[in-house]
């Protein structure tokens, strides 16, 4: 196990409505990362958290939001769900030192009606 | 800009034979690659990572990658299949100290008995 937990692990949703993911990382781990992975697709970036920051973010629109807490638990908001975007959302956190290791959880799986 | 291309969607092998998954990257920089395997509704697990030490990189569960510079590839191997290795097998690049990772569409890993 990678020590990295997600909560729900599913979700149903209905288009227009806002929903709110939860990632907890591994003690220690400062920075945290969320993906989104559409079926039969690689996982595609979003954005990156470093102690509390976003400092960094792949083609995705405003209304995917996020926030990392001190306790190494972190969230993604996504507002006005879109049919697209039913997904499964993996968080990842990064371990120390210049090549750390990314460490994925399981993963929600969202589907948006 | 930086990306891989996994040449194959589907490998089939039988038990007990050699296992070639094949992947090229393109990068501006020097890469860091990865390859993580995803077991059915279970989270990314790295199997190794190159990242500018030896070529020849060893792995979990007797998987190992070699980084070729001048044919910009990092295919993956292992002699012998096992019924458990049957997964979606993921090749990954990183620039920037692994942080975003670009994924691959995927190959998908089948072993017939």
């Known amino acids: 196990e990678t020590g990295v937990t997600q909560s729900p692990t599913h979700l149903i949703k209905t288009r227009g409505q806002q929903v709110t993911l939860r990632c907890s990382s591994q003690s220690g781990h400062n920075t945290v990362s969320w993906y989104q992975q559409a079926l039969g697709q690689g996982p595609q970036f979003i954005f990156q958290y470093y102690r509390e920051e976003e400092n960094g973010r792949g083609n995705f629109p405003p209304r995917f939001s996020g926030l990392q807490f001190p306790n190494y638990s972190s969230e993604l908001n996504v507002n006005a769900l879109e049919l697209d975007d039913s997904a499964l959302y993996l968080c990842?956190?990064?371990?120390?030192?210049?090549?750390?290791?990314?460490?994925f959880g399981p993963g929600t799986r969202l589907l948006v009606l | 800009a930086q990306s891989v291309t996994q040449l194959d969607s589907h490998v089939s092998v039988s038990e007990g034979t050699p296992v070639l998954l094949r992947c090229n990257y393109s990068s501006s920089y020097s890469p860091s690659l990865f390859w993580y395997v995803q077991h059915p509704n279970k989270g990314l697990q790295l199997l190794l990572k190159y990242t500018s030490a030896a070529t020849l990189v060893k792995g979990i569960n007797g998987f190992e990658a070699e980084f070729k510079k001048s044919e910009t590839s990092f295919h993956l191997t292992k002699p012998s299949a096992h019924m458990s290795d049957a997964a979606e097998y993921f090749c990954?690049?990183?620039?920037?100290?692994?942080?975003?990772?670009?994924f691959g569409t995927g190959t998908r890993l089948t072993i017939i008995p």
């Open positions: 990954v690049v990183s620039e920037a100290n692994n942080e975003k990772l670009t």
């Open positions: 990842a956190s990064r371990g120390t030192g210049p090549f750390g290791t990314q460490y």
